[in-house]
């Protein structure tokens, strides 16, 4: 017997499973820095206190509250399905209402970014 051959097998050669669809959707690490720095600043300034992330097979979700026990402020999702229409990032509201769509997170991030201008000036 050959090593690497145990009882019952018969020699056959498996093949490696190729670059299969990824699972989930997630954000690579230049867009989780971006994010997270404007939400180091959003708390910083007392807009936002806590956040959330949700990944699955359509879309990556970033969520901020303002308080835990409400609905986000903003959320931010990445869905790269949309990619070659509208954009795959899209920046919610706290209503559910679209505020931005586009290709690039940073003018995605726009109105938010605003926001904390006028937050600092206050």
Do not use: C
Request: proline residues 3%; glycine residues 10%; charged residues 30%.
């Amino acid at each position: 017997m050959s090593a690497g051959l145990g009882a019952g097998n018969s020699g056959q050669v498996v093949a490696f499973p190729g670059k299969q669809a990824a699972n989930q959707v997630g954000f690579d690490r230049e867009e989780l820095q971006r994010i997270l720095d404007l939400y180091g600043r959003m708390v910083a300034a007392g807009e936002w206190r806590d956040y959330a992330m949700d990944f699955d097979r359509h879309a990556a979700t970033f969520a901020a509250f303002r308080r835990t026990a409400e609905r986000p402020q903003t959320r931010i999702e990445k869905r790269p399905s949309l990619r070659g229409k509208q954009g795959m990032y899209t920046l919610f509201g706290e209503h559910g209402q679209i505020l931005k769509r586009g290709s690039e997170l940073v003018n995605v991030l726009a109105p938010v970014e605003r926001r904390l201008m006028k937050a600092v000036d206050d």
